[in-house]
């Protein structure tokens, strides 16, 4: 069984200073690993997955993530926050091997981002 | 391509009636699930479907029912409205050809029930 645990339920920066949201995720094998992001009122956006070709992956709008196996996380980064990143954020894991279509969300971070 | 659309955006609901939610999607897409959405739960499965005429239970059933007549259509009913089921809806898709089986999502229902 996997699990996905985001170990910030909120997190607020200001305007042009990094972003970091921490995911640590537990799976019986190499997942597949997701980060959406859900602006308000608005559906979930997938912002980038890990699929084992690279373990530094790059998203949309400057966000990239890194997949450390030996610590099992998976952070989402961004070198500087713009107005527009506000939003709440989901790491997802699924299960490697075909057929497994069933994702694991985390609870979710909210981001918040000062002027 | 529309991509997964959700009807109605709202739906406002008394205690024991009952209601279908619809899901749509022009992906060709072989899996569709929906999902509930609650403050600080994240999204949690509701039912899914890995192609026509084949659904399962995911985490959080009852309640509700599905059905999967063609590759397009997931419609999700509610049974007998509950202020339990207060929430958001999202229906997904998925398919194997990415090889990553990342979902895309709807926009969402947002129901109350009173």
């Known amino acids: 069984a996997q699990s996905v645990t985001q170990l910030d339920s909120h997190v607020s920066v200001s305007e042009g200073t990094p972003v970091l949201l921490r995911c640590n995720y537990s799976s019986s094998y190499s997942p597949s690993l997701f980060w959406y992001v859900q602006h308000p009122n608005k559906g979930l956006q997938l912002l980038l997955k890990y699929t084992s070709a690279a373990t530094l992956v790059k998203g949309i709008n400057g966000f990239e993530a890194e997949f450390k196996k030996s610590e099992t996380s998976f952070h989402l980064t961004k070198p500087s926050a713009h107005m527009s990143d506000a939003a709440e954020y989901f790491c997802?894991?699924?299960?490697?091997?075909?057929?497994?279509?069933?994702?694991?969300f985390g609870k979710g971070t909210k981001l918040s981002v000062i002027p | 391509n529309a991509g997964v659309t959700q009807t109605p955006k709202f739906q406002v609901l008394k205690t024991g009636q009952s209601m279908t939610l619809q899901c749509a999607q022009d992906m060709n897409h072989e899996y569709m699930s929906w999902y509930r959405q609650d403050p600080g739960m994240g999204l949690r499965l509701i039912h899914y479907?890995?192609?026509?005429?084949?659904?399962d239970q995911g985490e959080v059933p009852n309640g509700y029912n599905v059905s999967r007549s063609t590759t397009e259509d997931f419609p999700l009913r509610l049974l007998s409205a509950a202020p339990s089921q207060t929430s958001v809806y999202f229906c997904?898709?998925?398919?194997?050809?990415?090889?990553?089986?990342?979902?895309?999502f709807g926009p969402g229902t947002r129901l109350t029930v009173t």
């Open positions: 997904a898709s998925s398919y194997s050809g990415s090889g990553t089986y990342e979902q895309y």
């Open positions: 479907s890995v192609g026509a005429g084949i659904t």
């Open positions: 997802v894991v699924r299960p490697s091997g075909a057929g497994s279509y069933q994702l694991t």
